[in-house]
Structures are given as C-alpha cells and as structure tokens.
C-alpha cells in the first residue's frame, strides 16, 4: 500500500524556523517526484514545491521562493520542506504528496494526512 | 498566472440526484484539468485527470469533460459519500500548478 507520511508540524514564532518531513513507504520513491501542498484553515489548497525525482529540478510557489527549501533522500525515502522566516499567513495544513505517475505528469495522488504549522507568537 | 473560478461555490442537491461544478479557467489549459474531492479532516483524493481520465478505483458515477477553459465534473447519481468539497488543478502551467477555490457538495 503507498503510504505518505508528514511529521514535524507545531506552533512557531513569526521569523522562526520548521523542518517538515514526509516518509514513504508502498512504492519505489526514487522513481517519482513529490510535492508539498497547504491549505490555510477553513480555505482552499496552494501548491508550495516541487522537487524531481533525482533532485536535478526544483521549484517554489512565488510566496515563498527564498524561505522554503525542498529536498529529498531517495536512500531514506524522505522528502523535507525546511521552512525559514516563517509568517502568520505560511499557518496551514502541509500536505506532501506524490505526482500520479512516474513521468511528472503533475497530478498529486497519493496525498499524506497532512502536519499543522501554526505561526503565531 | 492561470486563476481557475470554480462555480457554484456551494450546491445543494439530495442522493440519487445529478450533480454538475463547472470549473473555467483564465486562459487555455488544453487537457491539462484534474479535480480532487476533499471531506472534513481529510486529505484531497485525486478523482480525474486530464480533464477525463478516472483516477483509480474512482467510481463510474464521476466523470469529467472540457478542454480549453471550460470543464466540468459530473457525478451522475449522488452516493451520501459523494458529499464533499471538489477542487480544480490545472498543470498547462507546469510547474506553476493551481487550484480553484472549491465547491462545496451538501446535502439538501
């Protein structure tokens, strides 16, 4: 069965740091490229990062390209979401989840459960 | 930026009945359309993909159909798990993905 898995979420200051991490498990995940997902509370999904599956391409939504940095661990099959300068409107739920198929084709399937950052002081 | 508008942003309909969400976006997407179903406290499921395909083990009651700008999903007789949120995602601006802004499926 594939399985995501997020962890690391909590309650940060504004300007502090998180480290979110995604375990999976059920398919080859060196194979696929991932994602990371929010939504804010009560409002819809926003696309954060994208990183390939050798790690050779990576991208950033506007909001915040220069604080998040995408990465995985084929090894550890892992993929992490270091989070800088955090601010209130980064409070959300994070999402990682994997593209369809093994070709990027951009759709995200599976998802994960989710990890809840709230930034607030 | 591609905006995708999602309409109505709540329908009310009852099981058995027809349901119908339109999802336009701001300039052509070709094919490049999926749309997720969400329930409370739960993850987005991938329903259908470009524009048409069933994701799997999506059942026959949804379908999808659009190109362009113009899309639409339809579930064809409502299941009482049917009732959800549906989001739109469109990929044409790869990696600049996003989503619309939901529709909420209730119970009337």
């Known amino acids: 069965e594939v399985q995501l898995v997020e962890s690391g979420g909590g309650l940060v200051k504004p300007g502090g740091s998180l480290r979110l991490s995604c375990a999976a498990s059920?398919?080859?995940?060196?194979?696929?490229?991932m994602n990371w997902v929010r939504q804010a509370p009560g409002k819809g999904l926003e696309w954060v990062s994208s990183i390939s599956s050798s790690s050779s391409y990576i991208y950033y939504a506007d909001s915040v390209k220069g604080r998040f940095t995408i990465s995985r661990d084929n090894a550890k099959n892992s993929l992490y979401l270091q989070m800088n300068s955090l601010r209130a409107e980064d409070t959300a739920v994070y999402y990682c989840?994997?593209?369809?198929?093994?070709?990027?084709?951009?759709?995200?399937?599976?998802w994960g459960q989710g990890t809840l950052v709230t930034v607030s002081s | 930026e591609i905006v995708l508008t999602q309409s109505p942003a709540t329908l009310s309909l009852s099981p058995g009945e027809r349901a119908t969400l339109s999802c336009r976006a701001s300039q052509s997407v070709s094919s490049y359309l999926a749309w997720y179903q969400q329930k409370p406290g739960q993850a987005p499921r991938l329903l259908i993909y470009?524009?048409?395909n069933r994701a799997t083990g999506i059942p026959a009651r949804f379908s999808g159909s659009g190109s362009g700008t113009d899309f639409t999903l339809t579930i064809s007789s409502l299941e009482p798990e049917d009732f959800a949120v549906y989001y739109c995602q469109q990929r044409s601006n790869w990696p600049r993905y996003s989503f619309g802004q939901g529709t909420k499926l209730e119970i009337k």
């Open positions: 989840a994997r593209d369809r198929a093994d070709w990027n084709d951009g759709w995200f399937d599976p």
């Open positions: 059920g398919f080859t995940f060196s194979s696929y490229s």
């Open positions: 470009d524009a048409s």
